[in-house]
C-alpha cells in the first residue's frame, strides 16, 4: 500500500511538472501521437539527428553551409513535426502543411547539397532560384519560431525585415539607404552573417552536444545526485531547504541553461520543504525562480551561453569561465545571505539531520558522477584539445562512469531514450538561433547595431553610468519572454557596442548585457521562472516575481561592479588585486543583502538600511578610499547593532 501511495504521489507531482512547463515554457508544448508506429519514427529520427551531430563532433563537420543547412534543415523538421501550428490544432497527429513544411524544409538543403560549389560562387550575386529558396527558408524559420516560442522573435524579426527594405525613410539616427528583397535574402541565406551564422554554428555544434551531455547526466541521477548532496551538507542549518534549492538550483541550470525547466524541476521537491520549513509561498517561489536564473551565469557550461560569447568575442572558451566565476558566485552568495538573514528574522529552523541522507551516503551512491563534471574541466581548461572534442570525450565518459554502481547504470534503451530527449531539447534552441541570424543579417547589412550603439551613448550624455543604466533597461526589454541565448545575442548586437565605444572592454560589455538579458525571466511584467515557480507555492505570481528581483540584487549590482572594477573579471590583474577586489565585493553583497532584508543581528530602520544600501555601493569601484568607507558602514552597523542588542538585553533583566 505504501509503495501504491508513493506511486501516486510521483505520479501527481509529474503531471504538475508537465501541466507546469506547458503553461510557461511554450517549448514544452510538443505532441504526442496516437499512432505508436510514427512515434516509434520519430523516435529513431531523433535518434539519428543527435548520432550524426555526435559522431561529427568527433570525425569531424562537413564544410560549413553544408553542415550548418543540414543542421538547420534537421531542426526544422522536428519543429513542425512536434509542435502544433495552433493551440486547437491536434497533438496527437501531423496536419498535412506539416508534412509540407518539412519536405519544403529539407528541399532548401538538398538544394545547397546538389550544388555547393555554385551556391558560394553566387555569394552576394544571388540568382532567382537563391532568392525563392532564401525566401523560403526565411519563413520557414519564423513559422517554426512562432510555433515553438510564440509571436515575440518573429515579429522583432519580421520589424527588422522591413527596416533592411524601408530604411530610408527612417528617423537620421537610423536612417540608411534601403535595400532590395534580394540584398537581404543573400545576407540572411548566402552569407555567414545570418541564419547560417555564429549562433546556429554554436548551436550546430556547442550547444547540441552539451545539451546531450545534460540529458546524458540526467539519465544517470545527476538530478538527483545535486538533491540529495544539497540536502546533506545545507538541509539541517537554519533556512536549510532554501539554501538547497539555491544549490542544487545552480548546479543543474548550468547544465540545463533553461530557467523555467530547472524550476519545475528542481521546484517540485524544493518548494514544498521550504513552505514547511516557515517560508512564504512567494519567498519560496522566488528563492527557486532567482536561483534557476542564475544557473545560466555560473561556469563552466552556463546553460551554453559561454560557447556563443567565446565565438562571438574570439577569444578561448576558458577565458569566459574564468572571467564569469567570481560575479556568479557573487550572485550566489547575494542570494544565500538574504536567505539567511530571513530564516534569523523568522527564527526558521533546518531539517532535522535524521531525515536527511548523510554525505558519506550520498557519495558512495552517487558521487562518482562527479568524475564527468571534472574531466570536463580537465578536458576544457588544461588539455588543449578543442571544445567539441572535450564534450565528445566527456559523454562517453559520462557513459562509462555511469555504468560503475547499479543505482546510475544506464541500459542501451536509457542511452537512446537521452539521445531523443537531447534532439527534442536542441530544437528549440537551434530554431531560435536560426530566426536571430535573420535580425543578425540586417544588422549587419544596415549598420543599425553601431546605429543603436550611438543612440544609447548620446541618451546618455556620453556619461558611463548613465548609459549602463539605459543598456540595462534596454536589454531587459529585449530579453522579455525570450529564451536565454536569443536573448543574450541579441542584446550583444545591440547593446553591447554602446558600452565598448565608451572604453568598457569586449568581455565587460559582453557580461553585462548577458546579465540583464537573462533577469528579463523574474522581472515582472513577463517574468516566466516567477510565474512558475508561483505555480508550484500557490504564491501570487506577480509577487513572486518581486520578490524574485529583491533576492536577485546582488545580480542587479555586481554587472555595475564588474564594468567599473574589471578585476572581478580577472581581466588584466593581479592575483593580489583580484583577491582585493573580491573581498570588497563580497562585503558589498552582504551589504546588500542586509539593505534588502532589513536585518542584521535585528531588525533594522529605514535609515540603516538606505545607509547600508550605499556602502555596498561605495564598493562598486576599485578605489581604495571608497572601499574603506563601504568596509566602515558594515563595522559600524554591527557594532549598532549589538550596543541596541544589550540595551534590549539590560532592559529584559
Not at 539527428?49 to 553544408?66: D, E
Not at 536542441?426 to 536560426?434: M, Y
Not at 536569443?486 to 557596442?497: F, G, H, N
Request: charged share 10%.
Amino acid at each position: 500500500m505504501a509503495s501504491e501511495s508513493l506511486t501516486h504521489i510521483d505520479g501527481q507531482v509529474e503531471e504538475l511538472q508537465t501541466n507546469l512547463l506547458e503553461k510557461f515554457d511554450k517549448e514544452s508544448k510538443t505532441r504526442k501521437f496516437g499512432n505508436k508506429s510514427f512515434e516509434k519514427l520519430v523516435y529513431w529520427v531523433a535518434i539519428g539527428i543527435a548520432l550524426y551531430h555526435f559522431i561529427t563532433s568527433f570525425i569531424g563537420y562537413p564544410a560549413t553551409h553544408l553542415h550548418r543547412s543540414l543542421h538547420v534543415g534537421m531542426m526544422l523538421v522536428m519543429a513542425f513535426v512536434l509542435y502544433p501550428a495552433t493551440k486547437k490544432s491536434s497533438r496527437s497527429k501531423m496536419a498535412w502543411y506539416d508534412y509540407v513544411f518539412s519536405v519544403l524544409s529539407m528541399a532548401v538543403v538538398v538544394y545547397i547539397w546538389t550544388d555547393y560549389a555554385g551556391f558560394i560562387n553566387r555569394m552576394g550575386m544571388p540568382n532567382t532560384m537563391d532568392v525563392i529558396m532564401g525566401t523560403m527558408l526565411i519563413l520557414l524559420v519564423m513559422e517554426a519560431s512562432r510555433r515553438i516560442s510564440g509571436l515575440p522573435l518573429v515579429i522583432l524579426s519580421g520589424l527588422f525585415l522591413a527596416y533592411g527594405l524601408f530604411g530610408q525613410s527612417m528617423p537620421s539616427i537610423f536612417m540608411h539607404r534601403g535595400y532590395t528583397w534580394a540584398n537581404l535574402v543573400n545576407h540572411a541565406f548566402i552569407n555567414t552573417e545570418g541564419i547560417y551564422g555564429t549562433s546556429v554554428n554554436v548551436a550546430a555544434s556547442y550547444i547540441f552536444l552539451f545539451i546531450l551531455f545534460g540529458a546524458i547526466m540526467n539519465k544517470s541521477g545527476m538530478g538527483q545526485f545535486f538533491n540529495d548532496i544539497a540536502l546533506a551538507l545545507a538541509g539541517h542549518t537554519k533556512g536549510g531547504p532554501a539554501k538547497v534549492a539555491v544549490i542544487a538550483s545552480g548546479f543543474l541550470g548550468s547544465i540545463n541553461g533553461s530557467a523555467v525547466a530547472n524550476v519545475v524541476t528542481t521546484g517540485a521537491f524544493t518548494i514544498p520543504l521550504m513552505k514547511k520549513t516557515g517560508y512564504t509561498k512567494e519567498f519560496a517561489g522566488a528563492v527557486e525562480a532567482s536561483s534557476s536564473v542564475g544557473g545560466q551565469l555560473l561556469p563552466p557550461i552556463m546553460g551554453a551561453a559561454a560557447f556563443i560569447m567565446a565565438e562571438m568575442l574570439g577569444v578561448r572558451y576558458s577565458v569566459i569561465v574564468v572571467s564569469a566565476a567570481i560575479p556568479a558566485l557573487l550572485y550566489y552568495l547575494g542570494i544565500l545571505v538574504q536567505v539567511q538573514l530571513r530564516a534569523s528574522k523568522d527564527q526558521l529552523m533546518g531539517i532535522p539531520k535524521a531525515d536527511l541522507p548523510r554525505v558519506k551516503d550520498v557519495m558512495k551512491v552517487r558521487g562518482h558522477l562527479l568524475l564527468p563534471i571534472v574531466f570536463l574541466l580537465y578536458m576544457l581548461l588544461f588539455s588543449g584539445t578543442t571544445v567539441i572534442f572535450g564534450a565528445f570525450c566527456t559523454i562517453v565518459v559520462t557513459i562509462v562512469v555511469s555504468m560503475f554502481r547499479p543505482e546510475t547504470r544506464m541500459s542501451v534503451k536509457d542511452i537512446l531514450d537521452a539521445f531523443e530527449e537531447g534532439t527534442r531539447s536542441v530544437v528549440s534552441v537551434a530554431v531560435a538561433c536560426a530566426v536571430v541570424g535573420i535580425i543578425i543579417a540586417v544588422v549587419s547589412l544596415t549598420g543599425f547595431g553601431l546605429n543603436m550603439a550611438n543612440a544609447i551613448i548620446q541618451l546618455g550624455s556620453t556619461n558611463l553610468l548613465a548609459t549602463l543604466v539605459l543598456t540595462m533597461v534596454t536589454c531587459m526589454i529585449l530579453g522579455m519572454g525570450l529564451p536565454s541565448i536569443p536573448a543574450y545575442l541579441i542584446t550583444a548586437t545591440m547593446a553591447a557596442p554602446a558600452l565598448v565605444q565608451l572604453g568598457v572592454p569586449d568581455l565587460a560589455a559582453h557580461m553585462f548585457v548577458f546579465y540583464f538579458a537573462m533577469f528579463a525571466n523574474i522581472t515582472p511584467p513577463v517574468a516566466l521562472a516567477s510565474f512558475a515557480a508561483a505555480g508550484i507555492s500557490g504564491g501570487d505570481p506577480m509577487k513572486t516575481g518581486l520578490q524574485s528581483v529583491k533576492l536577485s540584487l546582488a545580480g542587479f549590482i555586481v554587472p555595475y561592479m564588474f564594468v567599473f572594477n574589471t578585476a572581478l573579471l580577472l581581466i588584466d590583474t593581479s592575483p593580489l588585486v583580484a583577491l582585493r577586489v573580491t573581498l570588497t565585493a563580497v562585503i558589498g553583497v552582504f551589504l546588500i543583502g542586509i539593505a534588502a532584508e532589513g536585518f542584521l543581528l535585528a531588525k533594522l530602520n529605514i535609515l540603516f538600511r538606505g545607509l547600508a544600501l550605499v556602502g555596498a555601493v561605495m564598493l562598486i569601484t576599485e578605489n581604495v578610499y571608497q572601499d574603506a568607507v563601504g568596509f566602515g558602514i558594515l563595522i559600524a552597523l554591527i557594532l549598532i547593532q549589538k550596543v541596541k542588542a544589550r540595551r534590549v538585553s539590560a532592559v529584559v533583566s
